[in-house]
């Protein structure tokens, strides 16, 4: 596994803790505008560390030598 590989899922992992934070702060929202800021922000990191999950995984899997 190379150097990239590692930090592509380093920053996965970061925006996924970062991702999964933003959506338990729903529970203490107090405002519409808070609970539709951490909605959107939540998702999108989410979404991006499951992105850059998969892409990691598939350069990591094309540095295989069969």
């Not at 959506?23 to 909605?39: D, N």
């Amino acid at each position: 596994m190379t150097v990239a590989v590692f930090i592509m899922y380093g920053v996965a992992l970061v925006a996924g803790v970062a991702g999964a934070w933003l959506l338990l702060r729903l529970r203490t929202a107090t405002s519409e505008g808070a609970v539709y800021g951490y909605r959107i922000a939540g998702t999108m990191l989410a979404a991006f560390a499951l992105v850059l999950a998969i892409f990691a995984t598939a350069q990591w899997s094309w540095n295989q030598t069969p």
